[in-house]
T-cell receptor
Framework: DTEVTQTPKHLVMGMTNKKSLKCEQHMGHRAMYWYKQKAKKPPELMFVYSYEKLSINESVPSRFSPECPNSSLLNLHLHALQPEDSALYLC???????FGWGYTFGSGTRLTVV | QKEVEQDPGPLSVPEGAIVSLNCTYSNSAFQYFMWYRQYSRKGPELLMYTYSSGNKEDGRFTAQVDKSSKYISLFIRDSQPSDSATYLCAMSENSGGSNYKLTFGKGTLLTVNP
């Protein structure tokens, strides 16, 4: 299995809703990432987990809450989002955080906040 | 000056053409150089990565790095309509210990017309 699987593929949520994005990989990778990508922009790093511990938080607002329950799973909990948070949310993984020559990305969750 | 500059295009070519995609960078600390392909509404897919100056070939794709000029290129020979996608260059630098930080270019939208 060489994939990163993200669910759901699409999500529409109101500003008062609570929802979660899920990411799963079974490649034995020990680093997992959340990226946010707006239309016609490059991906922007949000969080990095290394060996199930939060390694990097790129000053992301607290309405985004990451969680890494085990080495294969990564969640992103969403609460009280704003319309400007609408974007493609990408999960990625790599063998370890020092794997500087590339990550495996999932297909993303397209989030719309109404 | 942004760390990584990439012409966003769009670039439109006829099928069979040779395509040249380029990025320039200003950070001498970048060590790994990558090209990702991103189809519409999908996550980025790693195409190639290189470490040293020079050329690296993989089928119809050739990645070229010139560290002295801080310039990288991706060449696509015999381009096909299936190559139509956004191509993102990415570079990584050591951010401390064994950790690397990935920086993306803005991406170039390529359309190959049948």
């Amino acid at each position: 299995d060489t994939e990163v699987t993200q669910t759901p593929k699409h999500l529409v949520m109101g500003m008062t809703n609570k929802k979660s994005l899920k990411c799963e990989q079974h490649m034995g990778h020990r680093a997992m990432y959340w990226y946010k990508q707006k239309a016609k922009k490059p991906p922007e790093l949000m969080f990095v987990y290394s060996y199930e511990k939060l390694s990097i938080n790129e000053s992301v607002p607290s309405r985004f809450s990451p969680e890494c329950p085990n080495s294969s799973l990564l969640n992103l909990h969403l609460h009280a989002l704003q319309p400007e948070d609408s974007a493609l949310y990408l999960c990625a993984s790599s063998q370890f955080q020092g794997f500087g020559w590339g990550y495996t990305f999932g297909s993303g969750t397209r989030l719309t906040v109404v | 000056q942004k760390e990584v500059e990439q012409d966003p295009g769009p670039l439109s070519v006829p099928e069979g053409a040779i395509v040249s995609l380029n990025c320039t960078y200003s950070n001498s600390a970048f060590q790994y150089f990558m090209w990702y392909r991103q189809y519409s509404r999908k996550g980025p897919e790693l195409l190639m990565y290189t470490y040293s100056s020079g050329n690296k070939e993989d089928g119809r794709f050739t990645a070229q790095v010139d560290k002295s000029s801080k310039y990288i290129s991706l060449f696509i020979r015999d381009s096909q309509p299936s190559d139509s996608a956004t191509y993102l260059c990415a570079m990584s630098e050591n951010s401390g210990g064994s950790n690397y930080k990935l920086t993306f270019g803005k991406g170039t939208l390529l359309t190959v017309n049948p």
